[in-house]
């Protein structure tokens, strides 16, 4: 397996997402931690025979209903499609995700959190960041399964 930290993992994310939108038909949700990895895949995508939507291209809610509209498109996005999104159907029977969404280390107020964990003699990968990412995780596959007649597949890309 490409592991997340290899310079050609986004294009391994492209080339799983293709083989993933060939079996869909369309129909899915390609979710991304960043906006460099997004924009590296649907650069990947763009000679798609389906339609191609990314995060920046147009409003939110615009995206959203011209997903639904075309009924086989393929949208592309960051944090803020992880959540909040809402539908219903065959138009999404897909969601992949390229990571597992850990929060930036970066982060001041996680970096914070950690080192005051830390101080306390605390675990903060078991405590914060895991916790954090799972609760992520759930609300990107929260987009697949919207009520009882909905069903679809997820592909988590990362090997961790």
């Known amino acids: 397996p490409v ?3 290899n310079p050609s993992y986004n294009s391994h994310v492209a080339e799983v997402a293709k083989s ?3 079996h869909s038909q369309g129909r899915i949700f390609l979710l991304f931690t960043s906006y460099k990895a997004m924009h590296e895949v649907a650069e990947a995508l763009k000679e798609s025979d389906y339609p191609v939507l990314v995060q920046g ?3 939110k ?3 959203l ?3 639904r509209s075309h009924g086989n498109a393929i949208l592309l996005g960051t944090n803020s499609f992880w959540e909040g999104v809402d539908v219903r159907g065959e138009a999404l029977s897909c969601v992949l995700i390229d990571k597992i969404p850990f929060a930036s280390p970066g982060d001041p107020v ?3 959190r950690i080192n005051d964990l830390k101080e306390r003699g605390g675990n903060p990968f078991r405590t914060i960041q895991i916790p954090a990412a799972v609760i992520q995780l759930k609300q990107g596959i ?3 399964i919207r009520d009882t007649h909905d ?3 997820l592909v988590l890309c990362d090997p961790r």
């Open 20 to 22: 993933v939108i060939e």
């Open 110 to 112: 996680l970096e914070a």
């Open 142 to 144: 929260g987009r697949l």
């Open 61 to 63: 809610t615009q995206l």
């Open 151 to 153: 069903s679809g597949v």
């Open 65 to 67: 209903e011209e997903f």
């Open 57 to 59: 291209s147009g409003a």
């Open 3 to 5: 592991e997340p930290s």
